[in-house]
């Protein structure tokens, strides 16, 4: 864990405040508390899968938040207040995130949420969050969600758009494949990404020689592999939303005798896919948000949640704890827990280093700018180099 001395240095380079500043607001605070009686917690809320098909993943995302409380508390807190985790189970639907969400936000003491990582879901929760006007970090990656005129969501990951034209620019430029198969979940996410691929490869001078969409949940892929195996396609480029489901795709992929690598979302690089497909991921490269080679932010966020949690940590955790870090960092620099003033300090936050990269908030509300390219070797994601991308 962080001593105070160097978690307050990290603030004051990504807040704009210096630590003597912090700990001058911090004893104000302490002493506008009566004698002997603790100042109340600042709540934060949390939607996250505890139950269905993502409960796995949404464990990672609950401990990165919960290692950033922790930091955090055991640094003092935040002006003079400890940081209270409320969390609420999505059951890793629309329906159960919209539910999870009006519970938390239900309570007027908690003054920020995280929201969860499908694009989805955080388009299922968007017109509650605006009515309830208060910050609101995501992870979702579909580039729409910033663009729907809703000032209080704030992106934690890198956009898919970003995501498509890194991945693009890798493929062609770099491993010479010309002959693209694009595979994708018929969702938001899926759909969103192939149309995006397809035109970022269409600008390098490459078109597709197959987009093939499947259903979440797909426990058969014979007809898409058999379609993947008849395009004559020398690269995959695999955009599904399930861990599991990419998992399945890559071991029939496999079965069928069908070589050419994978390569795509960072779901291909998560701890729950190379779990379930073991060799049949092998050689495939990724578009990660998260790396722990990326950055020393990032090196040290994976030994600290190592040392917590005695496994390694994948981007589902990453993005929650540096979201936890940042808005921290703004009810630090704003002094107050009002709505308003937190949002400003978010969108004021410059070059504020975390474990996903640096933040640099614009007035849509994406914070990050780059994406790193990963690769499977035999079962251990390596870094291959950071690519940055205009927005």
Known sequence: MRNISSFGSSWSAGAGRSLTKVIAVVALVAAM?????????????????????????????????????AEINKAGGVLGRQIDLLIEDDQTTNPGAVLAFNKLSSDADVVAFLAPIRSTQVHAIAPNVKTVGKPVAFGGTDPRLTKIDNPWLFRFRPNDELSTRALAAYGVNELQKKKWAIVYSTDAFGSTSMKLLGEALEGLGVKAVLSQGFTTGTQD??????????????????????????????????????TAPVAGSASIASATALKLAGADLYDSYSVSDYN???????????????????????????WSYDAVRVLAAAISKAGAVAPDGIRKAITELR????????????????????????QNKQGVITFVKRVEVSK
């Open 33 to 69: 508390v009566p004698a002997g009686q603790a100042a109340e917690p600042i709540k934060i809320g949390m939607v996250a899968p505890l139950t269905g098909g993502a409960a796995e993943t949404g464990r990672y995302q609950i401990n990165g938040a919960k290692l950033a409380v």
């Open 292 to 318: 722990a080679a990326a950055n020393p932010e990032a090196t040290a966020f994976a030994s600290a949640y190592k040392q917590a949690y005695g496994t390694e940590p994948d981007f589902f955790a990453s």
């Open 351 to 374: 070059d504020f280093k975390g474990a996903e990269g640096t933040y640099n908030f614009d007035a849509s509300g994406e914070g990050l700018s780059g994406y790193n390219i990963v």
């Open 221 to 258: 892929f014979t007809p898409v592999v058999l379609a993947v195996k008849q395009s004559g396609a020398d690269i995959i480029a695999s955009y599904a939303t399930s861990e599991t489901d990419q998992a399945i795709f890559a071991k029939q992929l496999r079965q069928f005798g069908v």
